[in-house]
């Protein structure tokens, strides 16, 4: 156990809905990072949170947004979905959010687009 | 964060040392290697980390060549719950940290009985 929460673990819906995916981080930890994972596809990564404020972002679609909160859990809103949004959505947390410090992933949520 | 190269799949027999390589050739001197691994479609596991020096842990040996352009992840006695993706990410320390991180593709371990 990681200690990373994910909710929920599978959501099922159609096209054009919107979803929010909520992941709470180890006790501790102050940033969140989001990441997508597509069919035998590698991690990509979304976004990354620390201590409620953008601290760097990747390849993350503008129909996607993410928020921290001051208890420091957060959100991942996906909106107008596609069928091609249909993967794993992985939640990771770690200390600090700089690099001398592992990221611990939750168990993630799969989301399937019908 | 600099790119990792990995080989696409690697196989292990039980109770052998499995032996992962990691190529990181422009890796900076900031930067610290990364080993995780994905069973099956689990979150990733975090294995171990390391900036110049060789770690272990209980789980894996992290060998880094002194150049620092790559770095071996060693299975000490591969079990059949070692099958999975192993990830090989390198990471920037400092205040220029917070940037995207990169996951390739991996290497896929089997262990055979």
């Known amino acids: 156990d990681s200690g990373v929460t994910q909710t929920p673990k599978h959501l099922i819906t159609a096209t054009g809905q919107r979803v929010t995916l909520r992941c709470s981080p180890r006790?501790?930890?102050?940033?969140v990072y989001w990441y997508q994972q597509s069919l035998d596809q590698g991690l990509q990564f979304l976004i990354q949170?620390?201590?409620?404020?953008?601290?760097a972002k990747g390849n993350i679609l503008e129909r996607f947004s993410a928020q921290q909160f001051p208890d420091l859990h957060s959100e991942l809103n996906l909106s107008s979905l596609e069928l091609g949004d249909s993967a794993l959505y992985f939640c990771?947390?770690?200390?600090?959010?700089?690099?001398?410090?592992?990221?611990?992933f939750g168990d993630g949520t799969r989301l399937s687009i019908l | 964060d600099a790119k990792t190269t990995q080989p696409p799949s690697m196989d292990c027999a039980e109770g052998r040392a499995a032996n992962l390589p990691c190529n990181h050739s422009?890796?900076?001197?900031?930067?610290?290697v990364y080993w995780y691994r994905q069973i099956h479609s689990q979150g990733p596991q975090y294995i171990i980390h390391?900036?110049?020096n060789n770690e272990t842990n209980e789980m894996a040996s992290l060998i880094i060549t002194e150049d620092r352009k790559s770095s071996t992840l060693i299975l000490p006695h591969a079990t059949l719950r070692d099958t999975a993706v192993y990830y090989c990410?390198?990471?920037?320390?400092?205040?220029?940290?917070?940037?995207?991180?990169?996951f390739g593709t991996g290497t896929k371990l089997q262990v055979i009985p």
């Open positions: 990771a947390s770690s200390a600090s959010g700089l690099g001398n410090q592992p990221q611990h």
């Open positions: 006790s501790g930890d102050l940033s």
């Open positions: 949170y620390y201590n409620g404020e953008e601290r």
């Open positions: 422009t890796i900076s001197g900031n930067e610290y």
């Open positions: 390391g900036l110049k």
């Open positions: 990410i390198v990471r920037v320390v400092g205040s220029g940290g917070y940037q995207k991180v990169t």
